[in-house]
């Protein structure tokens, strides 16, 4: 069974540009949560979609945003890079909507220069 | 924002011994309480978790305890093994979801000498 799989592993992005992360989640998994892990804040909720809408999301500002297909299949997008947007993104697969039985991908580690 | 409180922040343990890791959380509407085990390059793994409707949980050699009233919880790794070196994190929220997901803990990163 594939797991969690999250493209492209690392990204390396200048100030003010823009970029999109991608996540798969394990097949029959609906459910997708995306956190931000920074060595400071540690792993921070983003936000949660199940079956295409938007069900959470965290105290980030709009520049992070994201969406889900109907195959389940997650972007998530973020605007007007800051240095203090570098961080590991991990998303996280699960049946059901809401914080249980997560699988997480390795992330994409995104460095803004 | 609610805290989840992790101490130790690094923890140094004998090959055979027994690892502990406590965590402490404020808001009582959270329900379940999971831990994590990343290892460097990876994501966090599920664990082992907890509701708070049991005192004790224990798969393998990990188990963990949970005080309801005192609002903690402990993750105890018994016959601690060098391949058990790790950054651990607790966790909880709301096993519904909600604004803020699950809350972390800031870690814990364990190293196993042999």
């Known amino acids: 069974k594939a797991?969690?799989?999250?493209?492209?592993?690392?990204?390396?992005?200048?100030?003010?540009?823009?970029?999109?992360?991608?996540?798969?989640?394990?097949?029959?998994?609906?459910?997708v949560s995306w956190y931000q892990q920074t060595p400071g804040q540690g792993l921070q909720f983003l936000f949660e979609y199940f079956s295409e809408t938007q069900r959470n999301k965290g105290n980030f500002p709009g520049r992070f945003s994201g969406r889900q297909f109907s195959n389940s299949r997650s972007e998530m997008n973020v605007s007007t890079l800051e240095l203090g947007d570098s961080a590991l993104y991990l998303c996280a697969s699960s049946l059901l909507t809401g914080n249980y039985g997560?699988?997480?991908?390795?992330?994409?580690?995104?460095?803004?220069v | 924002q609610q805290q989840v409180k992790q101490s130790p922040q690094s923890l140094i343990v004998q090959k055979g011994g027994i690892s502990i890791i406590n965590c402490a959380y404020e808001n009582t509407a959270f329900d379940y309480f999971p831990w994590y085990q990343q290892f460097p390059g990876k994501g966090p793994a599920l664990l082992i978790a907890i509701r708070p409707d049991v005192s004790e949980k224990k798969e393998g050699r990990f188990t963990i305890s949970f005080n309801k009233s005192a609002k903690q919880f402990s993750l105890h790794i018994m016959d601690s093994q060098p391949g058990d070196s790790a950054t651990y994190f607790c966790a909880a929220g709301p096993s519904g979801g909600g604004a803020d997901g699950l809350t972390f803990g800031k870690g814990t990163h364990l190293i196993i000498q042999p």
């Open chain 1, 3 to 31: 797991g969690v799989t999250q493209t492209p592993r690392y990204l390396i992005k200048t100030r003010g540009q823009q970029v999109t992360l991608s996540c798969s989640p394990i097949s029959g998994h609906r459910s």
């Open chain 1, 102 to 112: 997560y699988t997480f991908g390795s992330g994409t580690r995104l460095t803004v």
